[in-house]
């Protein structure tokens, strides 16, 4: 089965970027999708297909993928912007559809 | 605004069913595909199965096969998750969730406890 890796982990200074990987295997061929979770709260979506970004969603948030690497980008991160993240992607060959492990977020 | 409102979870013994139900609204219910994903406490996502518009194509993670069946009833607006031979495994927050390809829109979730 299809897999995609993320770091646990990601911390940022108030008003830099942060950038979240999600590893899989030619996973430029697929469209990814990214997904923010604050604690206690279901998740939102935050980039689909890649690099759209739902209205509502600030265009500090953008993303990117190609080869074995999708990225999430978050420029001028705020405080609020701490929370969980997941990429996921739609894995055709088995019809499932697979979660990263998710990356946490802490802005320092 | 789309609505999605999950009801049903609850305690259940080891090898117990239990059945959870989404009520939608605020969107065309049967043109989209639905899906249930879940979060057992302290972990990540896990997509559990979707259900195609008109409910003639479905597909549901290997952990599950056999033991849930999704269902729908577009008249009703209504999206169901069937739960059989449950085990400890299968304790987590289930989500509702609009879209299969991308989840759109997430319900609040409802916890499912397997616990003798």
């Known amino acids: 089965s299809y897999v995609l890796t993320q770091p646990p982990s990601v911390s940022v200074a108030p008003g830099k970027t942060a950038r979240i990987t999600c590893g899989g295997n030619?996973?430029?061929?697929?469209?990814v999708h990214w997904y923010q979770q604050k604690p206690g709260q279901a998740p939102v979506l935050v980039i689909y297909y890649d690099s759209d970004r739902p209205s509502g969603i600030p265009e500090r948030f953008s993303g990117s993928n190609s080869g074995n690497t999708a990225t999430l980008t978050i420029s001028r991160v705020e405080a609020g912007d701490e929370a969980d993240y997941y990429c996921q992607v739609w894995d055709s060959s088995s019809d499932h559809a697979v979660f990263g492990g998710g990356t946490q977020l802490t802005v320092l | 605004e789309v609505q999605l409102v999950e009801s049903g979870g609850g305690l259940v013994q080891p090898g117990g069913s239990l059945r959870l139900s989404c009520a939608a609204s605020g969107f065309t219910f049967s043109s989209y595909w639905m899906s249930w994903v879940r979060q057992a406490p302290g972990k990540g996502l896990e997509w559990v199965a979707n259900i195609k518009q008109d409910g003639s194509e479905k597909y549901y993670v290997d952990s599950v096969k056999g033991r849930f069946t999704i269902s729908r009833d577009n008249a009703k607006n209504s999206l169901y998750l069937q739960m059989n031979s449950l085990r400890a495994e299968d304790t987590a927050v289930y989500y509702c969730?609009?879209?299969?390809?991308?989840?759109?829109?997430w319900g609040q979730g409802t916890l499912v406890t397997v616990s003798s």
């Open positions: 030619n996973i430029g061929s697929k469209s």
């Open positions: 969730a609009r879209g299969s390809y991308s989840i759109e829109n």
